[in-house]
Nanobody, 118 residues
Framework: QVQLVESGGGLVQAGGSLRLSCVAS????????MSWYRQAPGKQRELVAR???????DYGDSVKGRFTISMDNAKNTVYLHMNSLKPEDTAVYYC????????????WGRGTQVTVSS
């Protein structure tokens, strides 16, 4: 059974930094894409950043220039380096992966809370 487990969330002041990690474990044959999404209270879940197995990256407009996504293929781990955090970055951050176990499908983690105080 495949699991995605996020870590690294917490409370930080505006202007600060955090690094989120997400480890994919279980019977994994191949990973196509790993992504970070976030959902703030009363808002829809939105894409923050994603990275392919060939290291192609894509970012949401609101985080470009402040966040960086990276992946350790050997460890099936994706990181989200978040700098210059703003109160509007406050949300639950979810890890998502499109990967091959028995079949190709998307998996979600349970999320980690990031709170940015002003």
């Amino acid at each position: 059974q495949v699991q995605l487990v996020e870590s690294g969330g917490g409370l930080v002041q505006a202007g600060g930094s955090l690094r989120l990690s997400c480890v994919a474990s279980g019977r994994i044959s191949s990973i196509n894409v790993m992504s970070w999404y976030r959902q703030a209270p009363g808002k829809q879940r939105e894409l923050v950043a994603r990275i392919t197995s060939s290291a192609t990256t894509d970012y949401g407009d609101s985080v470009k220039g402040r966040f960086t996504i990276s992946m350790d293929n050997a460890k099936n781990t994706v990181y989200l380096h978040m700098n210059s955090l703003k109160p509007e970055d406050t949300a639950v951050y979810y890890c998502n992966s499109n990967l091959l176990s028995d079949i190709w499908r998307n998996y979600w983690g349970r999320g980690t809370q990031v709170t940015v105080s002003s």
